[in-house]
């Protein structure tokens, strides 16, 4: 059973061109979570979705940032018009289905994104 | 809204043990975890404790929980080189799936 898979690993845009992150989470999981992981610091929450649906953004910013899960395929992290605040590690996670170790969350190996 | 501190550096001889200590705020939290990144990788889940212990031991691992202080400890005993990595505690409030709220991490670096 292959971990959760993102891609690209490392990602280099300019100023105001888009970032696209993608995640592949496990084989039947169906929760994924997308945490940001600014250099020297902790990982914060940015949103939780299921398929389709997007259950939790409080941790996305206002603008720029748009996150999807759709019903084939991966779920996508899209920044607009990248700023060099941008530049962070950014980490998708899944769960299983509510089971009896809690909120397990996987973590994939994250894309490091460098705004130029 | 929850937060959760960790001092930033640790240093342990080879063979010793290390204790990681970690405090959080919200008296809601419900499961409180460790885990481990290592340089350029992405987190691995160690261990957790559900809020009604008070301890949990896995091999060299041993996790505490004062809920009265709201301290949770890791210890990793007999310290080895490969235990070298950033280790973060985080916590969430609900037996569903949540978001973790994660503490800034512990760098743990092994003295020969």
């Known amino acids: 059973n292959a971990g959760v898979m993102q891609n690209p690993r490392h990602l280099v845009r300019r100023r105001g061109q888009e970032a696209r992150l993608r995640c592949s989470p496990m084989?039947?999981?169906?929760?994924v979570y997308w945490y940001r992981q600014l250099p020297e610091e902790g990982l914060k929450f940015m949103v939780y979705?299921?398929?389709?649906?997007?259950?939790?953004e409080s941790g996305m910013p206002k603008e720029r940032f748009s996150a999807e899960f759709p019903k084939e395929g991966p779920s996508i992290l899209r920044i607009q018009q990248v700023v060099r605040g941008d530049s962070a590690a950014y980490f998708c996670?899944?769960?299983?289905?509510?089971?009896?170790?809690?909120?397990?969350?996987?973590f994939g190996p994250g894309t490091r994104l460098t705004v130029l | 809204g929850e937060d959760v501190e960790q001092s930033l550096f640790l240093s342990v001889r080879e063979g010793d043990s290390s204790v990681i200590n970690c405090t959080y705020t919200?008296?809601?939290?419900?499961?409180l975890y460790w885990y481990k990144q290592e340089p350029g990788a992405g987190l691995q889940l160690l261990t957790y404790?559900?809020?009604?212990?008070d301890m949990k031991q896995d091999q060299r691992l041993t996790v505490l929980l004062n809920k009265k202080d709201k301290h949770l400890s890791l210890r990793i005993a007999d310290t080895q080189t490969g235990d070298s990595a950033i280790y973060f505690c985080?916590?969430?409030?609900?037996?569903?799936?949540?978001?973790?709220?994660f503490g800034t991490g512990t760098r743990l670096t092994i003295i020969p």
């Open positions: 084989k039947g999981h169906s929760h």
């Open positions: 979705l299921q398929k389709e649906n997007i259950i939790d």
């Open positions: 996670a899944s769960s299983p289905d509510r089971g009896a170790r809690g909120n397990e969350q996987f």
């Open positions: 985080a916590e969430t409030p609900n037996f569903g799936n949540e978001k973790l709220t």
């Open positions: 404790i559900f809020s009604n212990m």
């Open positions: 919200d008296s809601s939290s419900t499961y």
